[in-house]
């Protein structure tokens, strides 16, 4: 049996308090999510899921624990490795897009896959193909400024899977979009995810997010931080 | 996507900022570039063209650097003449390959008319050591009393004049314009020497000039010489002879006057001269006779000249020739060209030189502009940088980015301004030449390379520091905020 595309083991993380000391930010005992699996993480604001995602992603060292993607450790590394190992494996999807504003929505795409090793069509034609996937083809050229807030929401969708990663992390992918975009959005990434036979962890605070997702999971407040 | 993508399209987004960065480090690269063209050009023109004679006959009292930048450069006043004599016995004397009269005053539009023979086209060499004879379209003018005339490339297409055309000159800098006309029958080429701005005539034309006739040694020299004779006179004599002295100022061009025959009653007469230079000839040069005297015209061996421009069979016998000049000649002093314009610029330059360096210094303050302007641009460029750390790239890409960027800046910047400097040579090049004789070198050369060189290396080093703190930038923090 393959390694599953997450294994998370006793993953803590600590930020420093106000008052000098260290505070507990997240607390995960134990988390999988297998290849071509979705999941959904809820949790309350404070639970630490921007963190959680954070961590896996390899963005911030953690304190305790291990992470793997795809059986490679992540905890450990050196800051260079990490990157290495998330431009490898995983397709970042943020609540805010950061989609670099000087890059047309081909680039923006385009960027995603730079820093990883190339297999398969170029980047370029890559970036066509999830560009085409998502229903932007005429707006390839187009700067961010130029396109909608779920157009925008779409090219990074397209950016997070184009490279066809092992694990998508999409951190509150809804929040900044309407009931009707937000629906349009969790569908075109749940199914492109699924084409893709990638492994999707959304962590959110929407509900209405919920039924879509086969499985569920809840994020603890770690005991000890402020809710 | 690559780094040079990146960084390129980075720059792009702030295109104001990024123009006005490069624009400085053009704007150094430029200065210095007209700067060295201007200082080299300065140095190797006069180097080249003082090369052109062994040595030049002057007035002993005239400047000797003076002379030679009237004689060969065309620029400033001799301050005297010499005796026609001295071009008979320099072009007679066994160590000469070509003496070459200068008779300078009048003008063309600007321009020095220039009498003199035709040995001046064999004589004289281009930068590629080619005689000016043959750059000349049509031919040269006859050595006679032809009214004839060679045109220098710069000053025909100055005044317009071309083959076949007739002209008058004007005397000096002034406004009165002689009767006489000349026929171009040759116009140069351009050919990089200051020949190229000099309207050429037979010197005998030049002393058939109506006003040019009378020449002779230095004006005040031959006065304070008739003023002793005729106070000796007096004093023999026992009475002032009243009316004495008189002197006038000639007709029309206050200067120098006509004097046809050869014979003069006044034994002084022969003397009457006036210093035929350009600096002379704004002057009212009275002419005094002896109350009662009938001056007729002076010989053509009582004419003067300006100066004589000598090339001898082997520059080995310089000296010896300076030697004899000095011992045998009498008013004449044997400049030698290459000396005095070494004397000139072993005291220009030094400060040629300091004045490039502080020129080239603003190359290295607008590198340090463009790493401000850089440094200052990454704490607005945190989330683009934590952006590019999260879908992947490594320290390392975003370092060589900001240093890309950078090393673009300063190549950009720098080529613009070699482009420019070239452009800014090229256009006062003509001004240069017109004014000052000094032709300068156009075309890219090892300074262009070598200012590459070091933009590249500015390049790198000026990014040194940005990119140190492209690197320090907190990915997580710059995403979004952390919960």
């Known amino acids: 049996m393959s390694d599953p595309a997450l294994r998370v083991r006793d993953l803590k993380k600590h930020y420093p308090d106000p008052g000098g000391g260290r505070m507990l930010a997240l607390d995960v005992p134990s988390l999988d999510v297998g290849r071509g699996e979705a999941l959904c993480m809820r949790g309350e604001s404070g639970s630490g899921k921007t963190t959680l995602l954070n961590v896996i ?14 059986g490679e450790r992540m905890t450990g590394l050196s800051e260079t490795r990490r990157d290495a190992l998330r431009a490898r494996h995983i397709g970042y999807l943020f609540q805010t897009f950061n989609l670099l504003p000087g890059l047309t929505a081909l680039e923006n795409v385009q960027l995603g896959m730079s820093f990883r090793p190339r297999h398969g069509a170029s980047p370029r034609k890559a970036a066509s193909d999830a560009l085409d996937r998502v229903g932007l083809a005429d707006r390839k050229r187009h700067r961010p400024a ?3 807030v ?12 184009a490279g066809h990663p092992t694990l998508v992390l999409a951190d509150e992918p809804t929040s900044n979009l309407d009931r009707n975009l937000a629906d349009q959005c969790m569908e075109l990434l749940t199914s492109f995810a699924a084409e893709s036979e990638a492994a999707l962890l959304v962590v959110t605070h929407d509900e209405t997010l919920l039924e879509r997702f086969e499985r569920v999971e809840t994020l603890a407040a770690p005991v000890g931080s402020p809710a | 996507m690559t780094i040079l993508g990146l960084a390129w399209r980075s720059l792009k987004q702030r295109r104001l900022a990024s123009i006005l960065t490069a624009v400085s480090i053009a704007l150094g690269v430029a200065l210095t570039i007209a700067v060295v063209a201007l200082r080299d050009g300065a140095e190797s023109s006069y180097r080249d063209t003082a090369r052109g004679y062994d040595c030049i006959l002057g007035p002993t009292h005239g400047s000797t650097l003076d002379i030679v930048l009237n004689t060969m450069f065309h620029v400033g006043d001799m301050g005297g003449t010499i005796p026609w004599d001295s071009y008979e016995e320099a072009k007679a004397d066994e ?12 003008m063309l539009r600007g321009h020095h008319v220039v009498g003199t023979t035709s040995d001046m086209f064999r004589a004289l060499m281009d930068p590629d050591n080619v005689p000016l004879m043959e750059s000349i379209r049509g031919r040269v003018f006859k050595d006679g009393k032809d009214f004839e005339a060679v045109i220098g490339g710069l000053a025909a297409a100055n005044t317009g004049l071309t083959l076949g055309d007739k002209f008058r000159v004007t005397h000096g800098v002034g406004m009165v314009e002689h009767a006489e006309e000349w026929l171009v029958v040759g116009v140069m080429k351009p050919t990089g020497t200051p020949a190229d701005r000099g309207v050429f005539v037979p010197i005998e034309t030049f002393y058939e000039i109506e006003g040019h006739q009378a020449a002779g040694d230095d004006v005040a020299q031959r006065r304070e010489e008739r003023a002793a004779k005729r106070a000796e006179r007096e004093k023999e004599h026992g009475h002032a002879h009243d009316g004495d002295d008189h002197g006038h100022a000639h007709d029309g061009d206050d200067h120098g006057h006509a004097h046809d025959g050869d014979d003069c009653e006044d034994p002084d007469c022969e003397d009457h001269g006036h210093a035929h230079d350009g600096d002379a000839h704004g002057d009212e040069h009275d002419h005094a006779h002896a109350e009662g005297e009938e001056c007729v015209h002076g010989t053509k061996e009582e004419l003067g000249l300006s100066a004589v421009g000598i090339r001898l069979k082997s520059p080995i016998l310089r000296l010896r020739y300076v030697a004899d000049v ?11 060209p290459q000396d005095q314009i070494r004397e000139l610029f072993d005291v220009i330059s030094p400060i040629g030189k300091l004045l490039t360096w502080i020129v080239a210094l603003m190359i290295v303050v607008a590198g340090v502009g463009t790493m401000v302007s850089l ?18 790239a490594r320290p390392r890409h975003v370092f060589s980015i900001i240093v890309t960027e950078a090393l673009l800046l300063c190549i950009l910047g720098g080529l613009a301004g070699i482009l420019i400097g070239h452009g800014t040579v090229i256009l006062i090049a003509p001004y240069l030449l017109d004014k000052a004789g000094v032709f300068l070198s156009l ?16 390049g790198l080093v000026v990014g040194l520091l940005p990119a140190w703190q492209g690197l320090r930038t907190p990915v997580a923090e710059n995403l979004h905020p952390t919960e």
């Open chain 1, 57 to 70: 992603a390899g963005i911030l060292p953690a304190d305790e624990g291990t992470v793997e993607i795809a």
């Open chain 1, 146 to 148: 130029q396109l909608s």
């Open chain 1, 150 to 161: 779920g157009q925008q929401q779409r090219v990074a969708i397209a950016r997070a899977l």
């Open chain 2, 95 to 106: 160590m000469v390959k070509y003496a070459v009269p200068y008779a300078v005053g009048d």
């Open chain 2, 326 to 336: 000095r011992n045998d000649r009498g008013p004449v002093q044997a400049v030698i």
């Open chain 2, 375 to 392: 440094y200052n641009t990454i704490a607005g460029r945190r989330r683009e940088i934590a952006i590019l750390r999260a879908v992947g």
């Open chain 2, 443 to 458: 075309g890219f050369g090892t300074l262009d390379v070598a200012i590459a060189g070091v933009l590249v290396v500015l």
